[in-house]
């Protein structure tokens, strides 16, 4: 039992460590407002920054 929770943890961690170009993809040109509507991302805790150059940087906590 105990070895198929940690096998279980493992596939849950690799899929959710990767990300697949066709996702990334999907959002180019997609407003901004749309990542803060989304109904998937407004269950993250996020922390967005500002970089000196103008760049936001979003980061789940």
Known sequence: MR??????FAV???GCATVRQSD??????????A????????GF???KTITDSGIEIRKAL
């Open 12 to 14: 849950l961690l690799t």
């Open 35 to 42: 990542l803060d509507t989304h109904s998937l991302l407004l």
């Open 24 to 33: 990334l993809d999907a959002w180019v040109g997609v407003p901004v407002i």
């Open 3 to 8: 070895l198929i929770a940690i096998l279980l």
């Open 45 to 47: 805790p996020m922390v």
